[in-house]
């Protein structure tokens, strides 16, 4: 990721990785507090708040913050 953010920056271009969270799927089971619709939500919250400067950053999406690598 940190190789992508680099070449992307240059085509002015933001990446980030984004945690969808524990998601109520066939993967994540019917025991996971988030549903589809919920996630997606969240991460379209973040992805409108990015800038230039979260190029290359790790975000748990609920929360909106960036985690440490």
């Not at 992307?8 to 589809?36: C, F, K, N, Q, Y």
């Not at 379209?44 to 690598?69: K, M, Q, S, Y």
């Amino acid at each position: 990721m940190h190789s992508l953010a680099a070449e992307a920056r240059r085509h002015r271009i933001t990446t980030v990785l984004l945690d969808p969270g524990w998601v109520s799927t066939d993967m994540g089971g019917p025991e996971a507090p988030v549903t589809p619709a919920q996630s997606v939500a969240a991460m379209i919250r973040v992805i409108d708040g990015l800038t230039a400067r979260h190029n290359g950053g790790f975000f748990i999406t609920r929360e909106g913050r960036e985690a440490p690598w």
